[in-house]
């Protein structure tokens, strides 16, 4: 019997790794190095392989920035795409694909974003953005790939069923580098990035905006003890205004391969979002063995069911009262007894469900279910 053949894939999406510095480029990097082993080739398309666009494309994309990647597709179609067995698309990337062994996937949602992140306008500007989310909903539901979609998390799993967006049941998560993030020396940490070693140091990791819940963050910074510090590491273009405090100290812009070290200074993440598919941040902590606090949101679910009541008390539920923080974060920082439980329990779950290995058999069995002509087993 003749063995079966092994797959090429072709993953489609707004941007490659190498285009950016976004939670989605980290994840694609990352899925990429999960999926090789299992595949003959993974490549990837992206909007700057297309065709540059004529006029009415020009137009289009910059009076709607949201058809910029259905249009891209289009052009990339009419000048012809390369051969592949499986194609893997993002975000709206998948918008008139036609394959036979097409799965779209979910990094996140603009119609959930829109509808929990977005400071809502009034007057005429809030027509402009009812019609906006409407459109998101309509690409959207028109990113199916033969074989569905599939969402990175549970939280958007019902996030895109709570706005008819067709999803599969199961979901994968975004694979951590459980070698790269992993647990360091405190005070060598806090010493390289000249931290205060007498202070609990709660860390705020993602951009500096309203959607992000920087407002959240500001309140928690204003009303938490004197023996209490926050940390924000975010890129320097923010949205919402910078908070300005001795009791704040702002690492602007620090590339991402030095993330971990930031991570083993932090006492706390603190991760107040209106919206994420699955926050790249919470599992890099939690597999430095920092404690998480995170809002309702997208992985917050899998923390949900958990049987350890460390992980599943990490979702703050009431995420606009600042209170409700300070007062769970209480119970987790030193000197409590809790804390050495809390490090070593984030380590644990991050090594169980998010560790490269953990996610390579997800995608293995999926991808073994859904095309079985193939060989996925690594290689």
């Known amino acids: 019997m003749s063995p079966l053949p092994r797959a090429r894939i072709l993953i489609l999406a707004p941007s490659r790794p190498s285009e950016g510095f976004g939670g989605a480029e980290q994840h694609l990097a990352e899925l990429a190095k999960i999926l090789s082993p299992l595949a003959a080739n993974v490549r990837f398309i992206s909007r700057a392989d297309a065709p540059s666009p004529g006029l009415v494309h020009r137009l289009l994309g910059r009076a709607v920035p949201l058809l910029q990647s259905p249009l ?3 052009r990339l179609l009419k000048s012809g795409m390369p051969e592949a067995d499986v194609l ?9 694909l036609r394959h ?4 779209h996937l979910f990094f996140g949602s603009y119609a959930g974003f ?7 306008k009034v007057g005429w500007r809030a027509l402009g953005q009812l019609g906006i989310d409407l459109l998101a909903r309509t690409l959207e539901r028109r990113t199916q790939g033969t074989q569905g979609s599939l969402a990175n998390s549970l939280g958007l799993r019902d996030c895109l069923k709570a706005h008819q967006i067709p999803v599969r049941p199961e979901v994968i998560q975004p694979p951590t580098d459980t070698i790269a993030f992993s647990p360091g020396d405190k005070v060598a940490a806090r010493k390289e990035l000249g931290l205060p070693q007498d202070k609990r140091l709660l860390l705020f990791a993602g951009r500096w905006e309203f959607a992000k819940g920087a407002d959240r963050m500001e309140a928690i910074a204003r009303q938490m003890p ?6 924000i590491a975010a890129p320097a273009a923010a949205s919402w205004p910078w908070p300005s405090a001795p009791n704040i100290t702002r690492l602007l812009d620090f590339p991402n391969n030095r993330m971990a070290t930031v991570y083993q200074a932090a006492d706390l993440l603190v991760q107040p979002s209106r919206f994420e598919g699955y926050s790249l941040v919470v599992s890099e902590a939690q597999a430095c063995g ?10 917050a679910v899998h923390f949900t069911l958990s049987a350890d009541p460390i992980i599943s008390g990490s979702v703050i539920s009431d995420a606009d009262n600042p209170n409700a923080w300070i007062e769970r974060a209480r119970v987790i920082l030193p000197p409590q007894a809790l804390y050495s439980s809390a490090s070593a329990a984030s380590r644990k779950y991050a090594e169980a469900h998010v560790s490269p290995q953990a996610i390579r058999t ?3 069995n999926l991808l073994s279910s859904l095309y079985p002509e193939y060989e996925w087993h690594p290689h």
């Open 88 to 96: 893997l698309s993002l975000e709206l990337m998948g918008v008139g």
């Open 114 to 120: 829109r509808a929990q992140a977005l400071q809502r």
């Open 72 to 74: 891209a597709v289009r």
């Open 290 to 299: 920092c404690a998480v606090l995170t809002s309702d949101v997208g992985h």
């Open 100 to 103: 036979p062994r097409h799965l």
């Open 226 to 231: 004197p023996d209490w510090h926050a940390v």
């Open 362 to 364: 997800l995608w293995l």
